[in-house]
């Protein structure tokens, strides 16, 4: 097998993984870009999707993958807090809260 062969189908395979990749973040947005915002001390739902969704494409089965931790810039809160700026148009959110409540659900599902 030659280099150019070698590396078109490497080129293939990336290019198809970032179109699937970009659908996702198309359809994600989407979804982010038409709920409400919430009342009071509640936590919006947008953050919580932003969480969620940053969350399953940090800690899916890809070859980019990393632990999700809480860690102010890691990547999970980093990624939470772009996807909800995407949503919400408000930049550098804080996304401790929604990161937090989702990490404690996840462990509780493991334990149980």
Same mark, same amino acid.
Request: hydrophobic letters at 35%; charged letters at 30%; a positive charge.
């Given at each position: 097998?030659? #280099?150019?062969?070698?590396?078109? =189908? #490497? *080129?293939?395979? #990336?290019?198809? $993984? @970032?179109?699937? =990749? $970009?659908?996702?973040?198309?359809? /994600?947005?989407?979804? $982010?870009?038409?709920? &409400?915002?919430?009342? &009071?001390? =509640?936590?919006?739902?947008? &953050? =919580?999707?932003?969480? /969620?969704?940053?969350?399953?494409?940090?800690?899916?089965?890809? %070859?980019?993958? /990393?632990?999700?931790? @809480?860690? %102010?810039? &890691? %990547?999970? *809160?980093? @990624?939470?807090?772009?996807?909800?700026?995407?949503?919400?148009?408000?930049? +550098?959110? +804080? *996304?401790? !809260?929604?990161?937090?409540?989702?990490?404690?659900? !996840?462990?509780? $599902? !493991?334990?149980?």
């Amino acid at each position: 097998m030659s #280099f150019v062969s070698t590396a078109n =189908e #490497f *080129m293939t395979t #990336f290019t198809d $993984l @970032l179109d699937y =990749e $970009l659908k996702k973040a198309e359809s /994600q947005h989407k979804r $982010l870009s038409t709920m &409400g915002k919430s009342k &009071g001390r =509640e936590l919006d739902p947008r &953050g =919580e999707v932003a969480a /969620q969704e940053a969350l399953k494409l940090i800690d899916g089965d890809y %070859p980019w993958r /990393q632990n999700p931790t @809480l860690s %102010p810039k &890691g %990547p999970w *809160m980093r @990624l939470s807090s772009l996807l909800f700026e995407v949503a919400s148009g408000k930049r +550098n959110h +804080n *996304m401790r !809260r929604y990161c937090d409540k989702l990490h404690k659900a !996840r462990a509780r $599902l !493991r334990t149980a």
